[in-house]
């Protein structure tokens, strides 16, 4: 059995939808962290079945994302999340 990695239709609009949840997400509360971004989706926005954990998505935002920016929390050590400047949501 052959596992195939293609990029599906469905891929697409779900890769799409967690990108555009993400942007609006801290385009709305600027500051927060990649905890607070995997609560507000898998409670609030219902998107259990993603199976996001905070490490998803602190690895999916540099890679997937380019509007949003990170700085490191010197208290914590935290990505601490903002769009970049000049972006629109």
């Known amino acids: ?23 609006a997400y ?4 600027p500051g927060c962290c990649a905890a607070d ?7 609030t926005r219902r998107m259990r ?3 996001l954990t905070a490490r998803k998505v602190g690895f999916f935002i ?10 490191l929390d010197p208290r914590t050590g935290k990505r ?3 769009l970049s400047t000049g972006s629109v949501a």
């Open 1 to 23: 059995m052959t596992t195939e990695r293609g990029e599906g239709s469905q891929k697409k609009a779900r890769l799409q939808r967690l990108k555009a949840e993400i942007i």
């Open 26 to 29: 801290v385009a709305d509360r």
């Open 62 to 71: 540099p890679r997937h994302i380019k509007e949003i920016s990170y700085k």
């Open 37 to 43: 971004i995997v609560d507000h989706l898998a409670n």
């Open 49 to 51: 079945n993603h199976g």
């Open 80 to 82: 601490i999340y903002t």
